[in-house]
C-alpha cells in the first residue's frame, strides 16, 4: 500500500503505481464493501441493470452500480426509497453504489446531449421540460406526471440522502458543446457555486457517504485548470470528470492528460459517462480509477457481444448455424449454457431472454477486462 | 405403484388414484427425466419462456416445457436445431420437452382463436396467411419470410424428429366453434385420418419419442366419443385433449366428465392449452394428468401476481410502499430478495427485469400448487 485516504466509512488506498504511465491501482472501502480500482461501473439507471437482477450483478462481481437520480426522484421518488431504508434496501444490492445529482439528465432535456447537439451544430433546441435555469437551480416538468420539480444544489444531495448511495456527486450545470468562452467561463463559475452548495449541504450530514466533485471546463485548459484548482482546495473525498469531454477521443485524451496530473494522487476519481472499449486503456494509463458507461449493456441489447479477439454481431447470417458459444474462452453463465445460433435465434424471435444473456456475457466481460487491467499495471506492464 | 406403461423410453407410472375422485398421482419416466403428475407445463414458444432462461426453470422445478412447432419451423427453422442434435442441446434443456404439431398455429390463423371467434360470433374470417386446405394438409405463408409453407400429418411428424421432444403431438384440425354438425363430423373424420397418418409416420421412427393423440369432437358427447373410440384404438403412448372445449368453464367440465372415463387409465393424458387458475382442480379431479398454459406467465408479464390467498396487483397504487415480499411465505428468489414496491417501480419504469421476477414468482407458484394438489390426492383429499 502506498497511500490510505481515510475520510468517515470511506477510505481510498493506493496499492501500486504503474512505473510506465500514471495508470495505477487501489482499493477504495465504503460502507458497503470494496472497489478495486480501476474498475467499471455499470449503469442502472432506474435501480437495476437492463434485463438483469441485482443478485446476479453482484454475484457475477459488478462491484460498483451507477443510480440515476434524476429518473428515481421521478419514479418511484426518493420519498419512497427512503421510506424503504435507501437504496440498498430498496433495490436489494449488499455493495456499493453511485448516485449522480440529476444535473446531466435535466439540462441534457436542455441543451440536447452533446452528441444531439454536435449533429445539429449547436442550432437545435429540443422541446424540452424545462421551465426555468437560474441561480437558485432548475425548474422542469415531470415527464411522468406534469408536475413542476425544482431541481437545486440542496433538494439535489437531499434527495441523494434519501437515497444513501455510497458515493454521491454535487449538483452542476453540463453546459452546451457549442458556447462561447465567455458563457463557458460564466456557466463554469455558477458549476462551481453549486458544487460548493452541494458540499456544505452534504457536510451538515455527512451519513457515512462520500462526495465526489465534477472538474469541468470543457476542452479549454485554462477552465480546466480552473475547476481543478477550485474543487480540489475543497474537502471532497474524490474527484470526477465531467462536463464536455471533446467531440472525439482524441479530444479527451488531450484533456485528460493535463487535468490527471492536477487531480490529488491520495483520492480516487471517476471519469463520468465513459466505457468503450477504445477510451479504457488509454484512460487508464492517463490514471483514471472507476468509469460509468451504459455502453456495454446497451451493446448487448442490439446482440453485439464483446471478446477479447473483437466484437461478436450475433445477427449475423453465419452464426445461423454457429453452436459455439460467444467466446468459447469465456467462464460466464452465457457461455457456459447457450450457444450463437440459440442466442441470435432468442434476438430474432424477440424474445427477451435474449436480452439477459447478451447482458450476463458484456458485463461479464467488462469486470474480466477491468482485472486483466489491474494485472497489468500491478506488473507496470502499461 | 398400482400400473406401469412401458413403451421405448416412456414408462407411465400411476402412483396412486383418489378415493374421493378421478384424480391420480402419477409419474412419467421420459428419455429426459421424470414428469410427476398432475403437473403443470410452463409454454415456452420460441424454446424459450419469457423473460426467463432455461437453466433457471429447471432449477425452479420445471419438469415439462412446451414448445411450439410451428414457431420453431419459422424461426430458426427445425432444420437449424437438428443440425445443434435437436431441441434439447439447442435450447439447452435436459429435461422433457413437449412439441405440438403446428396446427393450432396454422388453424388459429385461419378461423381465429376460439376466443376470436367467439366474440365475432362465427361472422369473422381473419385475412391469414392460409392459402389452401386440403386432406393432403395446409399451404400457409410464412409470416417472417413470406414463403409457401406445406404442413401435412407427414411433414408435422417429420419436423417433431428434428426437434426431437419428448412427447409429441399428431396434425389435427382445429375446427370452429361455430361449426354445424355435419362440418364437425367431416372435420373429425380429417382430424383422425390425419391423426392415424402422423402415427404411421412417427412410428416409422419412433426415435424415444412418445406421441399422444389429440381427442377432438368440440362439446358434442357423441363425436368426443367416437374420437376415444377411433384414438384410444390406436398406438398411441398417451391422450391430449384439444379442439375445442366449450364456451365457458363448465362446458368444459362437462365434456372431460364423459371424455375422460373412456380414456385408458394405464396411459397418461394431457389438457391442452389450460391452465387457469379456476380450471385446474376440477379438471385434476377429472383425473387430468398435465396442462399447458402460458396463462400464469402471461399474467406474470402483466403484473399479476399469484398466491395462495389470491392474485396480487403488483400496479395497485398502496403497494407503491408496500416493502414486504409478494408473497411473505413463498420461497420463490423473487419474493425471497424483492419487495412489491421493487417490482411495482420496475414495471412502471418499464423495465424487463420486472417481468422476469414475476414470471419466476409464478412459474414457482405453479410448482408448489402441483406439487399441493399431489399431496392432497395421495392423502384421498381430492
Redesign the interface.
Known amino acids: 500500500m502506498l497511500y490510505l485516504y481515510i475520510m468517515n466509512n470511506f477510505t481510498y488506498e493506493l496499492i501500486h503505481q504503474s512505473k510506465k504511465s500514471r495508470a495505477r491501482v487501489g482499493r477504495i472501502h465504503t460502507p458497503h464493501g470494496i472497489i478495486d480500482t480501476p474498475n467499471f461501473v455499470a449503469v442502472g439507471t ?10 446476479m450483478a453482484k454475484e457475477m462481481g459488478l462491484q460498483l452500480m451507477f443510480c440515476n437520480t434524476y ?1 428515481l426522484m421521478l ?2 421518488g426518493t420519498d ?1 426509497v427512503k ?3 435507501g437504496l440498498h434496501k ?3 444490492r449488499n455493495a456499493p453504489i453511485i448516485t449522480d445529482s440529476g444535473g446531466f439528465q435535466v439540462f441534457s432535456l436542455a441543451y440536447g446531449t452533446v452528441k444531439d447537439e454536435l449533429k445539429s451544430k449547436g442550432q437545435k433546441k429540443s422541446d424540452s421540460g424545462v421551465l426555468k435555469i437560474s441561480e437558485e437551480g432548475v425548474l422542469f416538468r415531470s415527464y411522468r406526471n406534469g408536475d413542476k420539480v425544482l431541481l437545486t444544489p440542496e433538494s439535489s444531495v437531499k434527495a441523494q440522502k434519501d437515497l444513501g448511495a455510497d458515493i454521491i456527486i454535487p449538483f452542476d450545470e453540463l453546459p452546451p458543446y457549442h458556447i462561447d468562452p465567455h458563457q463557458l467561463k460564466l456557466s463554469l463559475d455558477r458549476t462551481h457555486r453549486w458544487e460548493k452548495r452541494s458540499l456544505e449541504e452534504h457536510l451538515q450530514n455527512p451519513n457515512q457517504q462520500a462526495m465526489y466533485s465534477v472538474i469541468h471546463g470543457g476542452i479549454d485548459p485554462e477552465m480546466r485548470r480552473l475547476s481543478c484548482n477550485t474543487l480540489t482546495a475543497l474537502p471532497f473525498d474524490g474527484h470526477a470528470i465531467g462536463g464536455s469531454l471533446g467531440k472525439n477521443h482524441q479530444q479527451m485524451f488531450d484533456m485528460l492528460s493535463y487535468v490527471m496530473p492536477q487531480l490529488p494522487q491520495e483520492k480516487p476519481n471517476h471519469l463520468l459517462g465513459i466505457g468503450d472499449l477504445t477510451s479504457l486503456e488509454p484512460c487508464i494509463k492517463l490514471g483514471i480509477d472507476t468509469f460509468d458507461s451504459s455502453h456495454p449493456t446497451r451493446c448487448a441489447r442490439h446482440g453485439l457481444l464483446f471478446t477479447f479477439n473483437g466484437m461478436v454481431k450475433i445477427l449475423k447470417g453465419s452464426h ?2 454457429n ?1 459455439n458459444a460467444p467466446d468459447n474462452n469465456c467462464t460466464c ?1 452465457t457461455c457456459t ?3 450463437m ?2 442466442i ?3 434476438f ?2 424477440n ?3 435474449g ?3 447478451a447482458t450476463i456475457h458484456n458485463l461479464h466481460f467488462m469486470i474480466k477486462l477491468m482485472e486483466h487491467y489491474r494485472t497489468m499495471i500491478l506488473e507496470d506492464k502499461l
Chains 1, 2 share one sequence.
Not at 432506474?46 to 443478485?55: E, F, S
Request: hydrophobic letters at 35%; a positive charge; proline letters at 2%.
Open positions: 432506474n435501480g437495476v441493470l437492463k434485463a438483469l437482477d441485482n443478485q429518473h419514479q418511484p419512497v421510506k424503504a431504508g430498496f433495490i436489494n445461423r448455424t453452436f453463465y449454457n447457450y450457444s445460433a440459440y441470435q435465434h432468442l430474432k424471435a424474445e427477451l431472454t436480452y439477459t444473456l
